[in-house]
T-cell receptor
Framework: EAGVTQFPSHSVIEKGQTVTLRCDPISGHDNLYWYRRVMGKEIKFLLHFVKESKQDESGMPNNRFLAERTGGTYSTLKVQPAELEDSGVYFC?????????????FGPGTRLTVT | AQSVSQHNHHVILSEAASLELGCNYSYGGTVNLFWYVQYPGQHLQLLLKYFSGDPLVKGIKGFEAEFIKSKFSFNLRKPSVQWSDTAEYFCAVNAKGNNRLAFGKGNQVVVIP
């Protein structure tokens, strides 16, 4: 079974530009999550999709961040316009719906650098 | 909201030494507990998890963790480390019924051959 994939692996953009990150979950996983790790800090939750619906977006930092999951398959996370503090590693994870007993499988992450 | 504390963010030890990484969480309700590991250049992988039952959990590669409810702790242990255990280790918690994981800051472990 293929794992969670993310694209690109690295992105370097200037402040004010737009970047779109993509995540492909494991096939059949209805739950998709985005997390972010800013350098020196802990990995923090951004949001959770169940199929194409946003279940929990309480971790989104501000309205410059827009996540979508059209059709309930892959997801995109767009940052527009990017700011310096958006630099970090963005992780995507997916899981099956299985009550309270589940495991989140993580992708390799996208390292975003805003200069 | 849950929060997770991991101390000793950088640990250096020799092969065959024992390893113990502390994890404390703050949350008053019932939780699921996890240890994830990220080897150099690889994805975050699940090392072990606790949902219910026996509080002593055994994971992959000889790791184990003990859930002590009264101490809000879920410490990770390995009696004898190998060079290949060099990695960053993350403790994570989520409240039952809530899919959002809260992570600690991680422990960077370096094992010297």
């Amino acid at each position: 079974e293929a794992g969670v994939t993310q694209f690109p692996s690295h992105s370097v953009i200037e402040k004010g530009q737009t970047v779109t990150l993509r995540c492909d979950p494991i096939s059949g996983h209805d739950n998709l999550y985005w997390y972010r790790r800013v350098m020196g800090k802990e990995i923090k939750f951004l949001l959770h999709f169940v199929k194409e619906s946003k279940q929990d977006e309480s971790g989104m930092p501000n309205n410059r961040f827009l996540a979508e999951r059209t059709g309930g398959t892959y997801s995109t996370l767009k940052v527009q316009p990017a700011e310096l503090e958006d630099s970090g590693v963005y992780f995507c994870a997916s899981s099956r719906i299985a009550g309270n007993s589940y495991e989140q499988y993580f992708g390799p992450g996208t390292r975003l650098t805003v200069t | 909201a849950q929060s997770v504390s991991q101390h000793n963010h950088h640990v250096i030890l020799s092969e065959a030494a024992s390893l113990e990484l502390g994890c404390n969480y703050s949350y008053g309700g019932t939780v699921n507990l996890f240890w994830y590991v990220q080897y150099p250049g690889q994805h975050l992988q699940l090392l072990l998890k606790y949902f219910s039952g026996d509080p002593l959990v055994k994971g992959i590669k000889g790791f184990e963790a003990e859930f002590i409810k009264s101490k809000f702790s879920f410490n990770l242990r390995k009696p004898s480390v190998q060079w290949s255990d060099t990695a960053e280790y993350f403790c994570a918690v989520n409240a039952k019924g809530n899919n959002r994981l809260a992570f600690g800051k991680g422990n960077q472990v370096v094992v010297i051959p």
